[in-house]
């Protein structure tokens, strides 16, 4: 971590430059408690005065400033870049660096046009450069390929992750929208900026790309080099003609080590299937997926972009440099267990009895689900069983499993009931139980 | 790495206990030579004569062993334990780690039941303890939510991780087979154990589960403290009526924390809606999906088992323990681009032209892909649109963009052609073009 290391306990001392959206989301983090191994000490923003406004939860002791030789000071370890573009942050980065500090940026024009540069430098000097949140926001992808999968040689990378695009495609298909009332739509939202050129025509993702590919590849490619394809073409009809072949039209970044060794590299709206992940993915959700020769595919979703979700991606890297300036490589993660565990799921029930069949099953099923204060949703029952072994269905609203299992023992001693029900929790998509979206 | 670490440019020398399906995957890894950073020095296995047989690839200067001492020989730095089951696994890892030898395990019983004592131990040698591979074969999901995600505090864990139940439950799913005959076939396709108990009744997913609460919500529990249930009691009618019901039924590991701080925990059957991640699960993949208060819903899908995804795994956390002996930090990724890049993807492809209609139009496009070599495998025309300005599509049999602009550009010349047509690459499912199933 350079010639500004604490000592072993100290937290590492963190200057913050850019208080944006993201900038925001990075501050909020590191005054919430949950990362005492940081303290942020330095805000720089220019016209810092009117970002100060309003923000009560920031720690007295933090300095604002609008100059950068404050904010760059000795005794400030890690520096954050989240004011992107190439210039001024450059210059600030290489200034962090040449001093020891190690610098996490979010930014993807930096690193897919200066990263090979910048990385000399954090070498030269003993210190790191960490860049997780510039590609896919919260998503891990970029540990997982370097690190997780290191042992693995990847030769092929795709993914949407472009949020606007995302938005505004899924916006077509959902609601017939024409392309420029869609993006007007996108824009009013926030998911896209008042000029979308970068996004729609592509030059965003291959940025992106480029460094999915020196990372996961070991390809290094210039983001110039890549194809590009504009979204802006596809039309309402298209997402017509896709949906009779089973497909929906996305952005999608692609690149991949072909048999002779040759790269290739694109992006630009596709035809995925509609049953794909590719295909179910809307909003602002990024998807990668990266096929190795050893482990076949492996796929990556989350939160492309949002504040909160990148501040992740920003801390963690943080969080990696500070362990490894401590030496600390095992993370604590394993323990002597400490908690009492519960196993009494609330949730929607599918319950499926087997009765012979006779009048008034359901009226005896209703009371006894009623006395263990169950509401009963529906009741299915599907044609061509037997009236000796009638298998139906009852689905309950949202109770915990141990209130279903009360009702099922009182409905068991029934004489219909020729075999133990039997319970199963539905898992809704949307539901708070997460995992069902993937 | 503890006493034994080579100096820096040197390979860390590597003992593999258990020369098995995984085991052997790990050897063909470390003797492909894409790993020159490590290098297998002992194989120990029982009978191991009879393990050697046809087995060509390993280099002359690997000592194959019977003897756990001499496989754990003072120049080995790293061990590698793939023999699975507590004993006499548990004491190997021991004594490698009493020695400062940083061990590498796929066994998750034994991290379930022993993780926090070996990693007391390795913490106490100063070496390390990592176990990637003990859940989710090839997805490097501990890493993710340990380091990736390292900022965000997760407060919920779900996934598919049994790949015997994914594969019995999908199969009932797809081809109406009751309980029995899906499990017969699986063992017979080598997806079920002769005993099955450990995976259909839920063991083997709680064992992992507990590994994922404590890496992932930091909250260690007891295997035997998660309510587990079976999935045989699931029929063939179940999935009748889950279909119904829009949804399918597979085995759920799931973990949350409470409003209030309690621990959730339980492995069981559960409806999933069909158009889920989750829903989709086939075969040996595992997905699992996580929730963090910032960073919001992560999802993580790959090969769950089998030799090399799970080989790949164990590998990969080699490599940490190499890189970390080294204090290289900063893995290599970042360098100036070297490689030419094509744009130029061979894919089928979509063609939306925009025509007034005439006779004569299918003939003309047919001719010009017919001088391209392209061959077309449909037209379609949906209803309802003008003459004068009539939308329809082709779509081609897998060819290079490059030949289809060609083909595009003499269409564009003629006369019935009032816009340039579109054209997208069409991305199916299961075509080599990954990332299209997720």
Known sequence: MGGNAASNGAPSRVALLGFGTVGRSVARILCSGEVPQLRLTRIFNRRIARKRVDVDWVPDSVVWTESIDEALAPEVDLVIEVVGGLSPAEQWVRTALDSGKSVVTANKQLIAHRGADLDDLARARGCELRFEASVAGGIPVLRALQDGLAADRLVEVSGIINGTCAYVLSRMEQSGLPFAEALAEAQAAGFAEADPTEDVDGSDAAAKLSILSAVGLRRPLRAADIATRSIRRVEKVDFEYAAELGCTIRQIAHASVRDDGSL????????????????????????????????????????????????VAVVSDLLSIHRASRRDHTAAALAE??????????????????????????????????RSGINIEAVLQLP?????RLPFVTTLEACADSAVNRALGDIAALEWAIEPPLSLPMLAAGQRLSGTRA
């Open 337 to 370: 267990p400490a908690h009492r565990v519960s196993g009494d799921l609330v949730a929607p029930h599918y319950v499926r009895f087997t009765a012979v069949d006779r009048p008034g099953i359901i009226a005896s099923v209703g009371a006894a689900f009623a």
């Open 264 to 311: 290739f590299a694109a992006v630009g709206p596709a035809l995925v299937p509609l049953a794909s992940g590719f295909g179910r993915v809307t909003g602002n959700q990024n998807l990668i997926s990266v096929r190795g020769i050893f482990g076949g595919e492996t796929s990556f979703s989350g939160s492309g972009a949002g504040g909160a979700p990148t501040a």
């Open 384 to 388: 061509n069983h037997p009236k000796e």
